[in-house]
């Protein structure tokens, strides 16, 4: 299993949080809040799991993330341009 590097992390957190900003209407503010409050104490990292298993959240989309953190499950069909072309900004995306 490949591990995340800080440079790929960054770069998914950012698309999260424009993924919230952009898509769910939130404030960049309140955005930047709950992706630094998720990545900084993931729920699967409580209670002694095993650590080798903080890049599992790294195999999820950062739309489903988002939706997550917003609390609204959006569907990618309608936004899948907009979508892509945030991927592709960020870097995780091939042109």
């Not at 998720?38 to 002694?48: D, E, V």
Request: aromatic share 10%.
């Amino acid at each position: 299993m490949s591990t995340v590097t800080a440079t790929s992390a960054m770069h998914f957190w950012a698309a999260v949080e424009d993924c919230l900003a952009t898509f769910h209407a939130m404030q960049r503010t309140e955005a930047a809040e709950k992706v630094t409050s998720l990545w900084q104490h993931p729920a699967f990292a409580l209670n002694g799991v095993n650590r080798d298993y903080e890049d599992m959240i790294y195999h999820a989309e950062p739309w489903q993330i988002a939706c997550n953190l917003a609390c609204n499950d959006l569907n990618v069909t309608g936004h899948q341009a907009a979508y892509q072309a945030l991927l592709l900004r960020h870097e995780l995306s091939a042109p």
